[in-house]
C-alpha cells in the first residue's frame, strides 16, 4: 500500500504562483512514476504532469512552459510548481503514482485562480 497526501492548494490571483506537494508513504520503492491529474467541475479528470525514471517529464499542452514537475526521491514527495496560473488552472489537483501492481490516489488539494 501507498498513501499519497497532497498540500499547497489555495486561492490565487491570476498570474500567480502555487507549489503543490506530494508525499509518499508506505511501500514506496514500489512506486515507479508519479504525476499529478486535474479535475475542474463537470470535466474529466486529466494529466497535468508526469515524472517517470528513465523517461523524464511529460506536461500537458495547457500548461507546458508555466508548471515544472520534479521529485525528491529521498523524501518520497513529488512537486507541481505553478506559475503564470490561469483562472482555467482552476480544478482539485490528484497527486497519483504507478506501482509495480497498480496505482494509487491522493485526496486531491482545490486550486482556485481568480481573474
Known amino acids: 500500500q501507498v498513501q499519497l497526501v497532497e498540500s499547497g492548494g489555495g486561492l490565487v490571483q491570476a498570474g500567480g504562483s502555487l507549489r503543490l506537494s506530494c508525499a509518499a508513504s508506505?511501500?514506496?520503492?514500489?512506486?515507479?512514476?508519479m504525476g499529478w491529474y486535474r479535475q475542474a467541475p463537470g470535466k474529466q479528470r486529466e494529466l497535468v504532469a508526469q515524472?517517470?525514471?528513465?523517461?523524464?517529464?511529460n506536461y500537458a499542452d495547457s500548461v507546458r512552459g508555466r508548471f515544472t514537475i520534479s521529485r525528491d526521491n529521498a523524501k518520497n514527495t513529488v512537486y507541481l510548481q505553478m506559475n503564470s496560473l490561469k483562472p482555467e488552472d482552476t480544478a482539485v489537483y490528484y497527486c497519483h503514482a504507478s506501482l509495480d501492481w497498480g496505482s494509487s490516489w491522493g485526496q486531491g488539494t482545490q486550486v482556485t485562480v481568480s481573474s
Open positions: 508506505g511501500s514506496t520503492i514500489s512506486i515507479k512514476g
Open positions: 515524472i517517470r525514471p528513465g523517461l523524464g517529464t
